[in-house]
């Protein structure tokens, strides 16, 4: 039997539906909302999702050598080391107390990266934000709104409701989890299990071009002290901050280290561009290493750094080389809608982002 060779990148790849303009507004909307709400209560502008963080981490990315043609693209072209800056987070809008679990996120920004940029990303870095889990929790922009407005109906309120709502919804997805059903909406409402950051495998989620291909991202722990704590679950006990809390702990003993990979498009059917749903099986589609991100022991919640993390710096899909160009609906809603939110951190807190340089970190 002949391998399977990736289907190439054309611009006609993607299905932009009429009114997708029209959604972005809506999103814009309901961010301000969450935005304006949270900035009102504290005092300070925190992200609009994501604005949670449990730790901050500085390492490098290592880019293997020898990889075949179709590997060898874009950021991974060629071989060497990049510095990175790691942030890990839970998905909601809101700072609410680790009682109330929700999906993992991590953000991934690569500094000092060369080449052709996407329209109105600013720097020399290239940004990956990747999520616990393989698929996204709506098919279409125009469904992620109305979520979101539901969400936002909800930020900087009720949480008593929300904790004791969380702690129905992990008891629906263990139900479901006990006959193979895993439910990404319920997860993001909350059901999602309190486990540990560091044992955990994060994914794109969403498709991109890779050069002349498309592919999804995942980022996977290899470090045996930190694939033993894959699916462990946090005891928070009443503290508000038990994931930071555990993370720092953890890091200051880990060597991090995580396979960075790469699932190729063989076939739009099995791995649609436009239905970020539906999960590219592995069977299909295997994950390729490309490469090793390492984060050396340290201190995961040093202050001066994760002031610089939180208010000056943002993570997008639409930071990076015109060679990973995000696709699909979900994909396009988020350039301008991420930018929106960025600029009314800014403007709010009177501190303006940047795109960071190596020579900047310590």
Partial sequence: MPPITPVRFSPAVED??????????????????????????????????????????????TIDGGLPPELAQGLFANPGIHKVVLRMSTNAGDILPDSVSLPRGLAIKVLDVEGERLPGADGNTQDFVMV??????????????????????????????????????????????????????????????????????????????????????????????????????????????????????????IDAVWEFRVQLCHDFEKQPVEDSTVEWSEDEAPFQRVGIIRA??????????????????RFSVWTGLAAHQPLGNINRARRDTYRHSADFRASFNGCPYHEPRAAELS
């Fill in 296 to 313: 050396n022991a340290q201190d995961s919640w040093q202050q001066e750094r994760v002031r610089e993390v939180e208010d000056t710096m």
């Fill in 16 to 61: 932009v539906a009429p009114d997708e303009a029209e959604t972005i507004e809506g999103l814009n909307d309901a961010f301000d909302l969450i935005l304006e709400r949270t900035s009102e209560d504290g005092g300070h502008a925190i992200r609009s999702v994501h604005a949670k963080s449990h730790g901050i981490l500085e390492g490098e990315l």
């Fill in 132 to 253: 616990n889990g393989p698929v996204f929790q709506a098919k279409t922009a125009e469904k992620f709104l109305g979520n979101l407005r539901m969400l936002a109906k909800t930020t900087d309120r009720m949480e008593r409701t929300k904790i004791a709502l969380s702690a129905v919804l992990r008891g629906v997805n263990n139900a479901l989890g006990a006959v193979g059903i895993e439910s990404p909406a319920i997860n993001s409402l909350g059901g999602a299990p309190n486990v540990e950051p560091l044992g955990e495998t994060y994914y794109s989620a969403t498709p991109f071009r890779y050069g002349d291909y498309i592919a999804k991202f995942s980022l996977r722990p290899v470090e045996p002290a930190m694939t033993a704590l894959t699916g462990k679950i946090i005891d928070v006990d009443g503290r508000d901050n038990a994931i930071r809390e555990h993370v720092r702990d953890e890091m200051r003993s």
